[in-house]
Nanobody, 127 residues
Framework: EVQLVESGGALVQTGGSLRLSCAVSGGNFDKYTMAWFRQVPGKEREGVACISSGLDNTFYKEFVKDRFTISADKAENTVYLQMNNLNDDDSGVYYC????????????????????WGQGTQVTVSS
């Protein structure tokens, strides 16, 4: 069974940085497209960033471009989300997700494509 375990969430000041990690076990990491989503109470979960299984393509939502970077280490079966210049709107629970599908265009942010999810890690940005 595939398991995804996120870590790295914390309370951080506006303008600060965090790096989230997602450790993947129980599956063939090389086959998965990986993504980060986030959710705040009362709102739908939204895609943040995605990295293709070959690590050759990355996708970002406009509101995190040039601030967040998604990367992966195949040797460690781990996906990262480096988040810089955080603001209050970045607060939420961040989830890691995996799919064997190969999304095209904006479909990477469709939750329905993802078969496996982590339990989430809380990020709180406070001024």
């Amino acid at each position: 069974e595939v398991q995804l375990v996120e870590s790295g969430g914390a309370l951080v000041q506006t303008g600060g940085s965090l790096r989230l990690s997602c450790a993947v076990s129980g599956g063939n990491f090389d086959k998965y497209t990986m993504a980060w989503f986030r959710q705040v109470p009362g709102k739908e979960r939204e895609g943040v960033a995605c990295i293709s299984s070959g690590l050759d393509n990355t996708f970002y939502k406009e509101f995190v471009k040039d601030r967040f970077t998604i990367s992966a280490d195949k040797a460690e079966n781990t996906v990262y989300l480096q988040m810089n210049n955080l603001n209050d709107d970045d607060s939420g629970v961040y989830y890691c997700a995996a799919t064997i599908a190969k999304p095209y265009g904006g479909s990477w942010s469709w939750m329905v494509l993802y078969d496996h999810w982590g339990q989430g890690t809380q990020v709180t940005v406070s001024s």
